[in-house]
């Protein structure tokens, strides 16, 4: 029986780099629940990893097997509380010269597993939480060396921030690909904004991540919400806004994202007080969060959308410019405008302007 006080599904205290290695707990009845969904929906589970495109051999019957092994496996574990059950048999297939393609079926059914449960259950910060940290130490475990000739390594060890940032965007990609797309492209702009303002290297890498994984709580989101053609009711409403809290809440579950969750729960405030969900205002707001609003706004305006096209990057900047001090930080909009249009182009663009 899995005991009362829940178990850790989590990898031994360890560091990399700067970063300490303490993983999210599952509880006793949130992993019961995980193993009866993914027993109850194994069919479908198993055909979506086969057809995903970026196996090596999609739709093979080799890695429908696999990924049937893998689920049995996931659910012994899940079902009485003993991570060896999945790290030794993964050990064992890791031997096979198909230890690749093995890695991202894992990855891969771990993701849909995700955004399934979540489309079907509702949200849970512990099942979002515990799948994507231990997909990222199973598919390390898969590519670990052991050869011989090299001291043996704890694969545990060896997971990474940006290994569990890979799952969580598959997460993402997984209920909609050009909401992963957004998140990518939010994480280039966050980037390039802190570097235009003077942060140093190691806060630019983290205004990146913090874009990366800004709408990581529509994971949550109702697929008919948040793929829905025409505008959103007051109910589908709220139901969209609460992704930022969502997002936080995922993010305060994995010890090496947690100093991300302030940023991604603020990223919807806006200067004037009117934002959610706290209607912080000014410099209440973090600074990386309202890098994150400018870099959001801008990309999703010139990016189309089920419910219009694209916006021309000359409007979307126009826009930016109208709501410095209402919506947007001025500081981090000239920075953007510096960006999309430097200030040699803004000159002409003024001069044209003056001259019509």
């Given at each position: 029986m899995i005991p009362k006080s829940g178990f850790a599904l989590v990898f031994p205290?360890?560091?990399?780099?700067?970063?300490?290695?303490?993983?999210?707990?599952?509880?006793?009845?949130?992993?019961?629940r995980l193993a009866s969904y993914v027993e109850d929906r194994?069919?479908?589970?198993?055909?979506?990893?086969?057809?995903?495109?970026?196996?090596?051999?999609?739709?093979?019957?080799?890695?429908n097997s696999f990924a049937n092994s893998f689920l049995d496996r996931l659910c012994q574990e899940l079902e009485v509380a003993d991570r060896d059950i999945v790290n030794i048999w993964a050990d064992a297939e890791a031997a096979s010269s198909e230890a690749f393609e093995r890695a991202r079926i894992v990855v891969i059914a771990c993701a849909i597993i995700s955004a399934a449960y979540v489309a079907d259950c509702g949200h849970s910060e512990e099942v979002i939480s515990y799948l994507a940290v231990r997909s990222s130490e199973l598919e390390k475990r898969f590519r670990a060396d052991r050869s011989p000739r090299k001291s043996a390594v704890d694969t545990a060890r060896l997971v990474s921030r940006d290994d569990v940032v890979a799952s969580l965007l598959s997460a993402i990609e997984a209920r909609d690909a050009a909401t992963c797309e957004h998140s990518r492209a939010v994480g280039m702009w966050c980037g390039r904004i802190a570097k235009m303002i003077g942060m140093t290297a190691e806060q630019q890498s983290f205004g990146a991540l913090a874009g990366t994984l800004h709408d990581v709580g529509k994971i949550a989101t109702p697929t008919e919400i948040l793929l829905k053609a025409g505008p959103l009711d007051s109910e589908e409403w709220e139901a969209m806004r609460s992704h930022s809290r969502v997002g936080a809440k995922m993010l305060e579950r994995v010890p090496s994202l947690r100093d991300l969750a302030p940023i991604v729960r603020a990223h919807h405030e806006r200067v004037d007080g009117t934002g959610y969900p706290d209607r912080l205002s000014g410099e209440s707001i973090p600074i990386l969060a309202r890098i994150v609003a400018v870099a959001d706004s801008f990309h999703a305006m010139i990016s189309k959308r089920p419910y219009?096209?694209?916006?021309?990057?000359?409007?979307?900047?126009?826009?930016?410019?109208?709501g410095v001090g209402t919506q947007w930080d001025q500081v981090v909009v000239e920075a953007m405008l510096d960006i999309v249009q430097p200030q040699g182009v803004q000159r002409a663009l003024r001069a044209v302007r003056g001259a019509n």
């Open positions: 205290k360890g560091t990399l780099g700067n970063i300490e290695m303490t993983h999210p707990t599952i509880s006793r009845d949130a992993a019961a194994r069919r479908d589970i198993v055909a979506s990893v086969g057809r995903s495109s970026v196996l090596p051999r999609p739709g093979s019957i080799a890695a219009r096209e694209a916006l021309p990057v000359a409007l979307a900047l126009a826009e930016l410019r109208s």
